[in-house]
């Protein structure tokens, strides 16, 4: 009986350099993937809410006694936003006290904040339109998700304050 030997390798054969390359090539994937998440992430939220965090944990306390103050007097504050146009639109709030009188004499300052862009808050300024209702302008204001920032001051001091979250769409 005779033999054949042959000198040909398996082409199926794995080699320790196909190993390296396979895994070199597969983190690689990883870890570009998770480097572009990462800067998506870091660049769509910085993770910055206040500037100064002793400061704000400074004036806490004045913010409680502030939202006490503010129970105590049972205003009832409403809202309603509604579009004019494809970008502008109108804010109206009706003011009224504990007893359902229109407050009269008070300043009102909004602002609607976008959750995730800083840069695009929109400030609006009130007009009295009577009975307690006062009207604001709002213009270019793109659809989604805002934070409605409301503050109405009575002789130069603030007494009612909230903070709701609106949809704002066509």
Do not use: C
Request: aromatic share 10%.
């Amino acid at each position: 009986m005779t033999m054949v030997q042959s000198n040909m390798k398996d082409p199926k054969a794995i080699s320790g350099k196909t190993v390296l390359a396979w895994l070199l090539g597969f983190f690689g994937v990883v870890f570009t993937a998770n480097a572009i998440f990462i800067y998506l992430a870091l660049g769509s939220f910085p993770g910055v809410v206040v500037e100064s965090s002793y400061e704000a944990g400074q004036a806490y306390n004045e913010e409680i006694a502030a939202a006490k103050a503010q129970a105590e007097l049972n205003w009832q504050v409403s809202s309603e936003f509604t579009r004019t146009s494809d970008q502008d639109g109108k804010l109206v709030v009706t003011a009224k006290d504990a007893q359902g009188t229109p407050l009269y004499g008070v300043a009102l300052h909004a602002l609607m904040r976008n959750p995730v862009h800083d840069d695009t808050d929109v400030k609006i300024d009130f007009t009295a339109d009577g009975g307690g209702r006062y009207v604001g302008t709002v213009e270019n204001l793109a659809d989604g998700n805002w934070t409605l920032i409301l503050e109405i001051e009575q002789d130069g001091e603030r007494k009612f304050r909230s903070e709701n979250r609106i949809f704002v769409n066509n």
